[in-house]
């Protein structure tokens, strides 16, 4: 068949993980509607503002472990990265450093943590499972140890209120063209990483990697290389959760990022990025993300218990992986040996 | 009279819709070394499947060791006690040779393990077949050859009066195989049964009693023993034999200039060392006597592990990592499995390796657009919508090979391309090899078994034990020991003069 002969949407579901992606829109919609209709002020514009901006987070992080998700790994480390990411960041600024080296600084010692990752797991060949538990804990004892085991004091006590609030206003509480500045932040990381890993020929070898390593391999793609790319995206952007955070505490706080490598698996594969590797896109990632937050903002403005939503979020991203094996497995049932 | 073990009556056995065995008639007896000539794999991995397991069957009746074990009613028993060996290896890694033969198997009930009784109860096994494989080894240090002993010990251990052997020469050595099958007509001789699966009739001939003849799912006829000579030449299609010639006489022409690449290994230890360079549009087989021999070579071209001492150089630029350089091309063993990325689509798939010499390839559609127009007439339209892992054995070929041709590197290294391979596949990747000669690319192929390959060399490199290698020039072909298909095509006076076409064709 050729290619001009298919329909649009015949066309749209053929790009790989599209489809996947589009079912967690689709969810997405149906969420919101079902918690507006229980409580209408799900609907309200600052509500949706204040969606936008919480999800960014989640968005960040999910693009975060989808890149590594796609090559075959794993990336336990994110959610410590983030938080030492918040406390160095925080400690810089309440030594009176000025935010822009300090966010260099801070962004600098992640992506150390990042090529850490990528050497343990590409090089050494490391189970990126244990490689990143080992980096989670370092990179925490790191977030404790910056300021003496404790919390830093509010950030505008040491760069003064105004720069403080620059800060804060930067990276959480401002707005651009009405819509908070973390979730234009979050957009335009989308768009680039998005980029990169549709149309680059880094981006193919990151989909070859978790494909085929060996087949990727005799292809001539540098699999230690990719690796250590991937880990430094999800470094990178575990950083730049950390300054949101900061920004949004006006302080470091030590447990910052808690759980968020987990949130990160979560939106990835709630949107189809398959944990086992080579399948996905980051726009499932972004309806992971959203469907994550949705859910945990229906949930409270439901009046739901933690528990309760701890209980439905988990019960999603079981179903969501589920859904993903019983997929692979379907078409690997159905296929035909051809001579 | 024989005792009959196994037989098949009727069978037709369908797998999703499709058909997959048709009237299958087979019957095998005690002590009988059957062979099998797949003249393509439809059905063959369904025969395997109802070896081992009784599925449903459409119609027909399976009975083994005298039973009746399966039917269309519905199967007697869940399982055959029936062993099969093959490329894919069905012990245990990380465990002894011992355990996996002794501790592995559902009569052993002993909680306490005693290794040094254990491996006193294997010696005489061992002895008896003149092997010495020690018991405290550990399955992943065995060699392939070894590797097929200890399962076949293990079926005679379990007891299991049938045992299957498929495509067991693509994976030893000639002198390996001529010891396996000492081995096999040892225990024909107790009363246990072989079937023996081989695309080469040559090597059927050597062993077995009988041979069917495998063609779409059904046994299209067999053959006796006195029968062979004269079946060898009916079972391989004309085409074929026209490859073969066409390429001989083609070759003749060619005139080797200067290497393309040069190979240099020194014997270190264990390591016995291999040297040899290569010239533009030649092809060169690598055969080792073992097939050990091979893992340090095929190591470095799949980069699993360092180059160490060893050299390899294009002109006077060294080639630091084999898979990184783009002027070399690997295709690993069992490429339609092993080289394919499934969750990519086709054209992803295909122009893997052409980003290396376009980084903005998948940036815009212009270049694979035209990619896809060139291609669409000799891939056909209608792959490049499908996914991979939909395609036909014969499509992922294609696409693997013209990946290789995308790349267009100067020298293509091919690891044991025919292993799996029925004759039409055979054939096929015959012609894809070629294809690459002509287009001036050198092709080294590394492989156990010089059936098929050999008709494609222009040169034959021998890696012998203790590290001596011999190089056997295409005029020469025929002084090779090993009976191999096509030999008598080379040596003189046939060599110099004109070939005798054979009859069928003529």
Not at chain 1, 188 to 196: A, E, N, S, T
Not at chain 2, 90 to 114: A, C, K, P, W
Not at chain 2, 489 to 496: A, D, I, K, Q
Request: with cysteine.
């Amino acid at each position: 068949m050729n290619n001009k002969q298919q329909s649009p949407l015949k066309k749209l579901l053929g790009i790989r993980g599209m489809g996947a992606a589009l079912t967690a829109f689709v969810g997405l919609i149906i969420i919101y509607i079902a918690f507006g209709v229980i409580n209408p002020a799900v609907f309200s514009g600052q509500n949706i503002l204040n969606l936008l901006r919480s999800m960014s987070k989640y968005l960040l992080i999910g693009i975060a472990q989808s890149y590594v998700l796609i090559t075959g790994n794993i990336d336990l480390s994110i959610g410590s990265v983030a938080g030492m990411s918040a406390m160095i960041t925080a400690t810089l600024m309440v030594g009176g450093m000025h935010p822009v080296p300090a966010i260099l600084i801070t962004l600098l010692c992640c992506l150390v943590i990042g090529v850490i990752n990528g050497y343990l797991v590409g090089k050494f060949k490391l189970p990126p499972f244990i490689a990143t538990l080992g980096t989670m804990f370092v990179a925490r004892g790191i977030a404790y140890m910056v300021n003496g085991n404790r919390n830093t004091d509010a950030i505008a006590t040491g760069v003064g209120k105004e720069t403080g609030d620059a800060f804060q206003n930067f990276f959480y509480y401002g707005k651009t063209f009405g819509v908070y500045n973390t979730f234009w932040i979050a957009l335009i990381v989308f768009v680039i990483f998005f980029f990169l890993l549709s149309k680059t020929r880094t981006g193919r070898h990151i989909y070859a990697i978790g494909s085929n390593v060996e087949a990727a391999k005799l292809s001539g793609v540098n699999v230690v290389a990719t690796t250590i790319k991937t880990y430094l995206v999800s470094a990178g952007c575990a950083c730049l959760v950390g300054w949101i955070l900061c920004a949004q505490a006006g302080m470091g706080n030590m447990e910052a990022g808690n759980m968020y490598e987990m949130y990160g698996v979560a939106a990835g594969v709630i949107g189809g990025v398959s944990p086992l590797g080579g399948t996905g896109i980051l726009l499932g990632t972004f309806a992971g993300a959203a469907v994550w937050q949705t859910l945990e903002n229906g949930l409270n403005m439901i009046g739901a218990q933690v528990g309760i939503q701890r209980v439905v979020i988990g019960v999603i991203v079981v179903a969501a992986v589920l859904l993903d094996v019983v997929v692979r497995n379907g078409q690997f049932g159905k296929r035909k040996k051809k001579n | 009279m024989k005792q009959e073990i196994f037989r098949m009556e009727r069978v037709t056995y369908i797998e999703n819709g499709v058909v997959m065995l048709q009237d299958f008639h087979l019957q095998i007896c005690q002590g009988e070394i059957m062979g099998m000539v797949p003249l393509n794999n439809h059905g063959l991995s369904s025969f395997l499947k109802l070896l081992r397991s009784n599925l449903s069957l459409h119609d027909g009746y399976v009975y083994y060791c005298g039973e009746k074990v399966n039917s269309w009613m519905g199967p007697c028993r869940p399982y055959n006690r029936i062993s099969v060996i093959q490329a894919k290896s069905s012990l245990v890694e990380r465990m002894t040779v011992t355990d996996n033969i002794f501790v592995l198997r559902q009569g052993f009930h002993q909680e306490i393990i005693r290794s040094r009784l254990l491996r006193q109860q294997m010696q005489p096994f061992m002895e008896d077949i003149g092997m010495d494989i020690p018991g405290s080894r550990y399955v992943e240090e065995l060699t392939v050859f070894e590797r097929v002993v200890v399962e076949l010990l293990r079926a005679v251990i379990l007891g299991n009066r049938l045992i299957v052997l498929s495509e067991i020469g693509a994976l030893i050595s000639y002198e390996e195989l001529g010891k396996l099958h000492e081995i096999i007509r040892h225990y024909a001789g107790q009363g246990f049964t072989f079937l023996y699966i081989c695309s080469h009739l040559e090597e059927i001939a050597r062993i077995c009693d009988r041979v069917a003849r495998l063609s779409n799912g059904r046994i299209q006829k067999i053959t006796g023993k006195d029968e062979m000579e004269a079946e060898i030449m009916r079972i391989c299609p004309d085409e074929y034999w026209m490859m073969v010639r066409c390429h001989r006489e083609k070759s003749r022409v060619e005139k080797h200039r200067e290497p393309v690449l040069v190979w240099q290994e020194p014997a270190v230890q264990e390591n016995s060392g291999c040297s040899f360079e290569v010239y533009q549009g030649e092809c060169l087989v690598v055969q080792a006597a073992e097939n050990g021999q091979f893992g340090h070579i095929t190591d470095i071209l799949t980069g699993r592990c360092p180059m160490g001492d060893t050299q390899i150089k294009m002109g006077e630029r060294r080639i630091r990592c084999v898979p990184a350089d783009c002027r070399v091309a690997v295709v690993s063993e069992l490429a339609a499995r092993t080289m394919i990325f499934p969750e990519l689509s086709y054209m992803e798939n295909l122009c893997m390796c052409l980003a290396r010499r376009m980084p903005f390839l998948w940036a815009g559609r212009k270049i694979r657009r035209n990619i896809r127009k060139e291609y669409a007439g000799y891939l056909g339209e209608e792959v490049f919508d499908l996914p991979v892992e939909e395609l036909s054995e014969k499509q992922k070929y294609q696409m693997i090979y013209t990946r290789v041709l995308l790349q267009k590197p100067r020298v293509v290294f091919c690891i044991h391309p025919f292993q799996g391979a029925d004759v039409a596949h055979r054939m096929f990747v015959w012609s894809m090899l070629e294809m690459l000669l002509d287009q001036g690319i050198a092709v080294v192929i590394v492989s156990v078994s010089l059936s098929d390959s050999l008709a494609l060399a222009d040169r034959l490199l021998i890696l012998e034990k203790g590290g001596t290698q011999t190089q056997i020039p295409r005029e020469r072909f025929d002084t090779i020991s090993a009976k191999v298909p096509w030999t008598h095509l080379y040596g003189s006076p046939e060599y110099t003069g004109s070939v005798e076409i054979p009859e069928k064709i003529c």
